[in-house]
């Protein structure tokens, strides 16, 4: 996958998650936590772009585990920080109920589904 077509697609689920969110945060209940969706959007729009040029790098490299860990560690990062984000979060607005983990789980599964797709078009190339 070439970066031109990696940022097109990127801009295209960036602005439908960004719809997507605009419609969620009208909700009453979520209203409230409209900070955390918007900057949660744009933690992942560079997180998947960090990931892409980390992964294309590996996928080129010569040892073919290189992409395997590369992902490996991606995906225990970037649980491992959501789980920091969500419960930092929690500790400091300290909201009355759970909506406000609606559009963050929700921009976490689009960006991870998109995540999947090109992280596996990269390791076909490499192959």
Sequence with gaps: ??????????????????????????????QPHAMLSWLS????IAL??????????????????????????????KMLACAIIVVAYH????PESKWFLLPFFVTYLVFTVFETYWMMKLARTSA
């Design 1 to 30: 996958m070439t970066s031109k077509g990696f940022f097109i697609q990127l801009a295209i689920l960036s602005a439908l998650a960004a719809a997507g969110l605009f419609l969620i945060n009208r909700m009453p209940q979520v």
């Design 41 to 44: 959007l744009l933690f992942f």
């Design 48 to 77: 998947s772009a960090f990931i892409f040029f980390s992964g294309r790098r590996s996928a080129a490299n010569a040892n073919k585990n290189a992409f395997t860990n590369t992902v490996l560690g991606f995906t225990m990062t």
């Design 91 to 94: 500790k400091i607005m300290q």
